[in-house]
């Protein structure tokens, strides 16, 4: 499979096909991470989902700060009127983005990666430049994906692709663009604790606890996830709210910049306390433990079968 690939070059050159010392090649360790992607996305998509409107309630239709229980509770009644709709909105764009969103961010950090002799397993300064060099590319999805569910209370449905897009047309696709500033943020901080954070971690608790118990590495993955988890959420929730604000306003209408954004939650938390700035925390730290654990299941099953297929073939180097 890899040296059948390996011969024809194309867009990426030989060498991104050519198997390394460490088992894999660029290409295989950039298959298995989409791989986990896509596991992931599907199955953490609900969560993904409930977790936006919690955020998005924060405000009623007439543009007051409700109490954070109050948005909780508008959010369960969408999700109990529509479970299915709720729990599916988003994914098709989420799905899409594995492609536009991920190719890039894993393309950029795992290239870089590749560059500086760290194989499949990414340090920090591939993190840094892949979250910055990416955003451009991610943000656009995210910002439809918000869309989507943006009018849920009102009207019940999950608001179509392609009206987004023509809204959008009509904006010279400007729009799609809000939220970058705070994505980069967020995706920073989404790389380094948890593309590269949780790995190391993992490790380190197979050897000290995994080795000495019958703990598998699925356990060990969701014990790493759920110590990486609650740090990277209360890094990012502020940065999810920020994106929520900006994403989910009327694409024909003005804009919310980052300071609006920024005196909004201000206005929520001198109102609400910290409940305010860290809504949907707890469901985020679900998420996150839910997302990193299957993210990263997928892609070391998927690494795991291309060494074994890459050793039975003997394309490992010496």
Same mark, same amino acid.
């Given at each position: 499979?890899?040296? $059948? ?23 295989? $360790? ?46 369960? $009644? ?22 536009? @969103? ?100 993992? *490790? ?49 209408? @003005? ?15 001198? *109102? ?15 998420? $996150? ?30």
């Amino acid at each position: 499979m890899a040296a $059948a690939v390996k011969k024809s070059g194309g867009l990426f050159g030989e060498e991104y096909f050519v198997v390394k010392k460490s088992g894999l090649s660029q290409f295989q $360790a950039m298959t298995a991470y989409l791989g986990g992607s896509c596991f992931q996305t599907i199955m953490d998509n609900p969560i993904t989902a409930y977790r936006q409107l919690v955020q998005q309630y924060a405000k009623d239709l007439q543009g007051n700060v409700v109490d954070p229980k109050i948005a909780q509770q508008e959010a369960r $009644a969408v999700f109990r009127s529509h479970p299915v709709q709720a729990s599916l909105s988003g994914v098709g764009p989420r799905l899409v983005g594995v492609g536009f @969103k991920r190719i890039p961010k894993f393309g950029i950090l795992l290239g870089i990666s590749f560059f500086l002799g760290e194989g499949e397993s990414p340090g920090m300064y591939a993190a840094t430049g892949a979250s910055i060099m990416s955003a451009p590319f991610i943000n656009p999805i995210r910002m439809i994906e918000k869309q989507q569910r943006a009018y849920f209370k009102q009207t019940g449905q999950v608001k179509p692709i392609i009206d987004i897009l023509k809204e959008s047309a009509a904006e010279r696709f400007v729009p799609l663009f809000r939220g970058t500033i705070p994505l980069m943020g967020h995706s920073l901080a989404s790389a380094v604790l948890g593309l590269v954070g949780q790995p190391k971690l993992q *490790k380190y608790i197979q050897k000290e606890i995994g080795d000495r118990t019958s703990l598998g590495r699925t356990a060990t993955g969701l014990i790493a996830s759920s110590v990486v988890s609650p740090i990277y959420v209360f890094v990012t929730n502020p940065l999810s709210r920020l994106e929520v604000i900006m994403q989910t306003s009327s694409i024909k209408g @003005k804009s919310i910049g980052v300071l609006e954004a920024c005196k909004e939650m201000a206005k929520d938390s001198s *109102k609400f306390g910290l409940r305010g700035v860290f809504r949907g925390q707890g469901i985020g730290i679900a998420k $996150a433990v839910v997302s990193l654990t299957l993210f990263h299941e997928g892609r070391m099953f998927l690494q795991d079968a291309f060494k074994d297929y890459n050793k039975s073939k003997g394309l490992i180097p010496e």
